[in-house]
């Protein structure tokens, strides 16, 4: 009877803890649904950098790009500069070239019409006149001199011919040069400008082609800051849930150890309520068995004095570390440095609240203000930086190597009045 009266005791009490649990699952089940939101618009966010930084690539390029065809047209333009005046000069030296055609022209023509009337004269007198000038000769000396004065006279006349149809045809061949010269020139010209066009064409879709992704950039550069945003807030909101579902822990703790010291309590008055209920004089076998049950209470009680004062001294204990902060739980410990391994692009020296960090003093953790005094293992560290959530602190080291010997611990941590 008496155990039944115990046990009922016992249970009424677990019942009592139990019904501290389902504010605490509830929790869990909100940071859950937090995570997992947090972890998609951070998927999000990946994503649109992954965009941005495609976009800067393409853009990039293009502008590289843009570069070599700005360089193309000003080449263009200095050669197209260049084949006009080259242009200029062959058509100067064109109309040279027909002036002196001209004049040779005009000068063959002269001595065309002076032959023509030389061979008249020769055909009119039948050639009587040379040899008229040659019988009037004085001597014989004289004869070959007007014999050859008459041959040096006829030799001039073709040769002077000659040398003007000769003079002619290269004239004639210069200004064919010249002719084709230009032309080529204008060729040119014209596939230059060609060229020139089909080039700024390239220019203006180029640049447009920029301006267009310059203007993605800045939308999705608007949408990463949006989702950055939101991430943050979701991370102050699972930060508060961390610390509200530790608060419900360590709340739950301290009502279970305290209802279970109250149990303790209510069996030991039941138990005596029970010993001394009875003033009937037993018989000598009952009271032989009662002795027997007397001294096992007696143990049983001795027991859970025992365990009683384990639990005060344990209560006072923990009454004495509330008495120099707030206990915010048992938290997980890591261990990191200011190298690109454990910071990545965030490892330039400085800590998120822009102080210089130092081994036994830089803590970093999440959902407390930054300078939050947090005493741990005895120890006396200050929030400097961010990279954990709440309930996970991250104690700076000076080296790498010290971190990865600091492994992951797990200790109580109070919050410093």
Same mark, same amino acid.
């Given at each position: 009877m008496k155990n039944k009266k115990i046990m009922s005791v016992f249970l009424a009490s677990l019942m009592l803890t139990g019904s501290v649990l389902p504010c605490y699952a509830s929790t869990q089940d909100k940071i859950s649904d937090t995570k997992a939101q947090k972890q998609e618009t951070q998927s999000t966010l990946n994503q649109t950098k992954d965009k941005i930084s495609n976009l800067e690539t393409k853009k990039g390029e293009l502008e590289n790009y843009l570069t070599d065809l700005n360089q193309q047209l000003s080449d263009l333009s200095n050669s197209l500069s260049d084949l006009q005046d080259k242009y200029e000069d062959k058509q100067k030296e064109l109309q040279e070239v027909e002036k002196e055609l001209e004049a040779a022209k005009e000068l063959e023509k002269e001595q065309y019409e002076a032959m023509k009337v030389r061979i008249q004269y020769m055909y009119e007198k039948n050639n009587s006149s040379y040899i008229e000038v040659l019988f009037a000769a004085e001597s014989f000396t004289d004869f070959l001199n007007r014999a050859d004065n008459i041959a040096q006279m006829s030799r001039y006349d073709r040769d002077k011919l000659a040398e003007y149809t000769k003079t002619k045809e290269q004239i004639a061949q210069q200004e064919e040069k010249v002719k084709t010269e230009q032309q080529a020139i204008e060729t040119l010209q014209q596939e230059s400008t060609a060229k020139q066009e089909e080039v700024e064409e390239l220019v203006a879709s180029t640049y447009d082609q920029i301006n267009t992704y310059a203007g993605q950039i800045t939308e999705s550069e608007s949408e990463a800051k949006a989702l950055l945003a939101k991430v943050n807030s979701q991370e102050e909101t699972l930060n508060g849930l961390l610390k509200q579902a530790k608060d419900e822990e360590a709340a739950a703790t301290l009502a279970a150890k305290k209802q279970e010291q109250a149990s303790r309590e209510a069996v030991q008055t039941a138990s005596a309520k029970e010993s001394g209920a009875s003033d009937k004089q037993p018989s000598k076998e009952e009271s032989k068995k009662e002795d027997t049950e007397k001294e096992n209470t007696s143990k049983e009680e001795s027991k859970q004095e025992e365990t009683a004062k384990e639990d005060s001294s344990e209560e006072s204990s923990s009454s004495s570390n509330s008495s120099q902060g707030e206990y915010l739980g048992k938290?997980?410990? /890591? $261990?990191? !440095? *200011? !190298?690109?391994? !454990? !910071? %990545?692009?965030?490892? *330039? %020296?400085?800590?998120?609240?822009?102080?210089?960090?130092? &081994?036994?003093? /830089? =803590? $970093?953790?999440?959902? =407390?203000?930054?300078?939050?005094?947090?005493?741990? *293992? %005895?120890? =006396?560290? /200050? @929030? &400097?930086?961010?990279? /954990? $959530?709440?309930?996970? @602190?991250? @104690?700076?080291? *000076?080296?790498?190597s010290d971190t990865y010997g600091f492994g992951v611990k797990y200790a109580d941590v109070y919050r410093l009045n």
């Open positions: 938290f997980k410990l /890591t $261990a990191y !440095c *200011n !190298c690109e391994q !454990c !910071c %990545g692009q965030w490892a *330039n %020296g400085l800590t998120a609240s822009g102080t210089t960090p130092s &081994e036994g003093r /830089t =803590v $970093a953790m999440g959902g =407390v203000p930054f300078g939050t005094k947090l005493l741990i *293992n %005895g120890n =006396v560290y /200050t @929030v &400097e930086d961010r990279g /954990t $959530a709440y309930g996970h @602190v991250d @104690v700076y080291m *000076n080296n790498h």
